[in-house]
């Protein structure tokens, strides 16, 4: 299968690219930058794994800067994974509305555009495509200081929702995978007592597990889970 | 171009089961006498926009195949 992934070059994006490599996919990633853990899985799959750097918080032109000559027509989506965001940590009170526009560009903005292309695309190769878009466990379980980052997975859950309902006909797929915390960069301005605090709301006291995270994203775009559209799959350690 | 069209819209009636038509009018509405639904149109953006990279509902909505030609002939 052909996969369009956003956020390929570090933790859950990186391990997602890492697990359909493995299974025998060929990804198109785009990320912003490109570290030694991702050059590495270049060097080791060069055919089949396509990079090329992109900023999603310019969302007004995801069409020129990957559907025009990165990921065009002449490739056959078979699958795309939203995973790209940025996080906004701060108390309500505090809100910078150029850090939310901002914010909105990446989580919201430039999913919806690239949403719109891969589905152009699927219409026109006649693909029964699957989309799968990355949220956030604190859509669900409220933290404080992530009212505004879980604002925006809380819409895209939304979007995924509707996009299943709309294209469902077509053979189309959305669904999201609600990961629990991970140990990745985004949580990194935690401390550790904070980290504790919150594996101590998990069933299984511990942190996600991100290879968990990213077998659930390559069994959804795989034809094993052709019945299941719309859904958000918590792998989250039953954050309760 | 006009017989390019004309082969879109019939692909996508036949996918629809519907009978291809013969000719294309300008006044015709693609909705009420082409009986194209609005997946149907979508297609036939896409593949029109595939084929001459211009995206016809990108200001709009087309309701006549004579709309359609004008946005290929601007």
């Known amino acids: 299968m052909n996969i369009l992934l956003t956020g390929c070059s570090r933790g859950v994006g990186l391990e997602i690219c890492r697990v359909l490599l493995e299974q025998g996919h060929t990804i198109y990633g785009v990320a912003r930058s490109c570290p030694q853990e991702f050059k590495d899985l270049q060097a080791q799959y060069p055919e089949r794994l396509h990079y090329k750097s992109v900023d999603l918080s310019d969302s007004e032109h995801v069409k020129d800067n990957i559907f025009r ?33 901002a914010m909105y560009d990446v989580n919201v903005f430039a999913p919806i555009m690239m949403t719109k292309n891969v589905l152009r695309n699927m219409l026109l190769h006649h693909t029964k495509g699957s989309i799968v878009h990355i949220s956030s ?3 669900h379980t409220g933290y404080k200081g992530l009212a ?39 949580s990194s301005t935690l401390s550790e ?32 889970a052709d019945s299941i559209t719309g859904q958000n799959i918590h792998v989250d350690n039953g954050t309760i | 171009m006009e017989q390019t069209i004309l082969t879109i819209i019939n692909s996508i009636r036949i996918a629809q089961e519907l009978t291809p038509v013969t000719e294309l009018h300008t006044t015709d509405n693609l909705r009420e006498d082409l009986e194209l639904t609005s997946f149907d149109l979508a297609e036939l ?27 290929l002939q601007q």
């Open chain 1, 69 to 101: 000559d990165f990921c065009s027509n002449r490739v056959q989506i078979d699958g795309f994974v939203n995973n790209a965001a940025v996080a906004y940590d701060d108390i309500i009170t505090n809100v910078n509305i150029d850090r939310l526009k």
């Open chain 1, 137 to 139: 466990i604190s859509v």
């Open chain 1, 148 to 186: 505004m980052y879980a604002s925006s997975k809380g819409a895209l859950e939304a979007f995924s929702k509707d996009t299943a309902r709309e294209w469902g006909s077509l053979g189309i797929r959305s669904n999201v995978v609600v990961p629990g915390f991970m140990p990745t960069a985004m």
């Open chain 1, 193 to 224: 007592e904070q980290r504790a605090k919150i594996y101590a709301r998990t069933s299984l006291k511990k942190a996600t597990s991100i290879r968990s995270v990213a077998e659930t994203v390559a069994f959804l775009l795989s034809d094993k």
């Open chain 2, 45 to 71: 953006t896409v593949r029109i926009e595939d084929k001459y990279g211009i995206d016809i509902f990108e200001d709009g909505l087309v309701n006549t195949i004579g709309e359609i030609y004008n946005k």
